[in-house]
Each structure stands twice: as structure tokens, then as C-alpha cells.
């Protein structure tokens, strides 16, 4: 059986950690890549537990990144597909990372970029105890006609889209904050002019401000 695993930002201080932040990673990379982001935010959250897994496999395009699933960008329908086929993986490992840590899922926030995202997004809204919060950067929802019969809970969303992204287009992240604002989660928004299939100084303030606000104290 596959067990994730990746790098890890323990707390600063000594004890249990106060909650926990998982980063997903894009198509291509690795969790070395999202922990850098972690880095940047640790010093101002300095009793909360980093972890970037890597994906599962090894990914078919960057042999030396990994993947969450296959994709092409050809079939918008192999991300429901995929999203679905690696959602118990990633859900059991949250199970274990809360077990390991002596945490509850109201102390656990997600952060996605890109593939990543859309596994936040799936994963989310669909575990069987409500997190504290979920940011997603440059990515998208897949099947957003499903979600409403399969949600089991709502929670603050932050969703951060380069402007010039040339991969996924910001409008992505336009749809998905829409249809989640039509499901009454509390979302908001930004789209980062200037900037294309990334995350820059901008976002990473964002994403700051947004687990102080919402992992609990």
C-alpha cells in the first residue's frame, strides 16, 4: 500500500503543535517546491506543524516530479477522475497526520496549488469532520456539479490566481469562488494582475493573514 510522505516544518517551540497545515503540490513538482511557501510563514506561526507530501506517483510529463493523477488538459473530465481515484490516499493520510500530531480536524487547514488545489478542493468538502480552512492557488474545482449532493461541510475558502496564467486561466478561479458562493461557503477571492501559473510575495501575504484568521488559537 502507498503511504505519502514529504517534508515537514516541525513547531518552533516544544510540545504539541497548536494545528496543522498540509501544502499540495502542483502537476510536475514535488513537496520540496510548496514547503518553501511554508518556510516563508512559519516564523509568524510558530506553534503550527508544516507538512508537503509528495504525490503519489511519478509524474508521466516531469519524470522527475510527481503527480497526483495523469493529466493532459485535454479532457477536463480526467480531472474528476482523477481527483476521485487518489482521494482515499490523500484522505487517510490527513487521518494520520491529525493521529500523529494529537489534533482534531478543526485544527487542520489545506493549501493547494494547481493539481494540488483541485485536490484540496475534493477532498475538503467531502471529509467526515470539518476543517478549519482551505487556501488554493492557481487551481480549480473538479466536477462542480457534484459537490453540492456530496459536501459535508462548509469552511473558509481563499482562493489566489495569477491574471496572465497561461495554463489555467484566472477565470477558473472566478467559476469556482462563484459556485462556492452559491453553496453559502465563505469565500474570497484574488486575482494577482501581472502574474502567471505561480505564487508571488502577494499571495503568500494572503495566504499568511488567511491561517492566522482561521486555524484556531
Known sequence: MVELDGPRIEPAGEGKPRALVVLLHGYGADGSDLIELARMWAPALPDVAFVAPDAPDHCEMAPIGRQWFPLTLRDPSEYWRGVTAAAPLLDRFLDDQLVRYGLGADRLALVGFSQGTMMALHVGFRRAERIAG??????????????????THRFPVLLVHGADDDLL??????TTAEHLDLLKV???????????HGINEMGARLGLNFLTNNLPA
Open 134 to 151: 482551505l487556501i488554493g492557488y492557481s487551481g480549480l474545482m473538479a466536477g462542480p456539479d457534484r459537490i453540492e449532493s456530496e459536501m
Open 186 to 196: 465563505p469565500v474570497s477571492s484574488h486575482i494577482e494582475p501581472g502574474l502567471g
Open 169 to 174: 486561466p484566472a477565470d477558473l478561479t472566478r
